[in-house]
């Protein structure tokens, strides 16, 4: 082999060592925990389904843990706007009584990243007056805002209000 042959081959392994390390070096670089895969619209939706099926447990910490210690509640039958645990408990306290299950109408789920996602559109609630047993269902509007913190999803937002034309 000659000189020149000799150059021009280790130029090219050269070449193709460092295009196959950067290729190896980009994979590395996306792969593992801090990238993980966009959440389905699927398991999005069924993070209300766990907010439900909470409700029916009639234990107001238990709802209250499907959000984050700093979500925002804008309640579908309070005007107050409730901003810690505290006053979410407090309000799922004199929620809860009215036994109310929530059954989606019409849902748009929008799947933002690995770690967030909106859940919007209408739901129709149940309630039964702890007094008469008598049922009635309200027409609502909803927002649920989740992220995935600590690994777990939780409601960093949600706003629930009664249809304004129902």
Do not use: C
């Amino acid at each position: 082999m000659t000189r020149r042959s000799m150059s021009k081959r280790a130029a090219v392994v050269t070449v193709t060592t460092v295009l196959a390390l950067g290729t190896l070096g980009t994979v590395a670089a996306t792969a593992g925990p801090q990238h993980d895969a966009k959440p389905s619209k699927k398991q999005i939706a069924a993070l209300f389904d766990g907010w439900n099926a909470a409700l029916q447990t009639g234990d107001p910490k238990k709802v209250a843990n499907r959000y984050a210690p700093d979500a925002v509640l804008l309640p579908t039958v309070s005007n107050e706007i409730r901003t810690d645990r505290a006053e979410i408990v407090d309000y799922f306290e004199h929620f809860l009584p009215n036994k109310p299950v929530a059954k989606k109408v019409e849902t748009y789920i929008n799947v933002l990243d690995s770690n967030s996602a909106i859940d919007a559109g209408a739901y129709d609630i149940t309630l039964t007056d702890p007094k008469t047993g008598e049922k009635r269902v309200v027409e609502a509007r909803y927002t649920y805002e989740y992220e995935k913190r600590g690994g777990k999803w939780l409601i960093v937002n949600h706003h629930s209000s009664v249809m304004p034309e129902g």
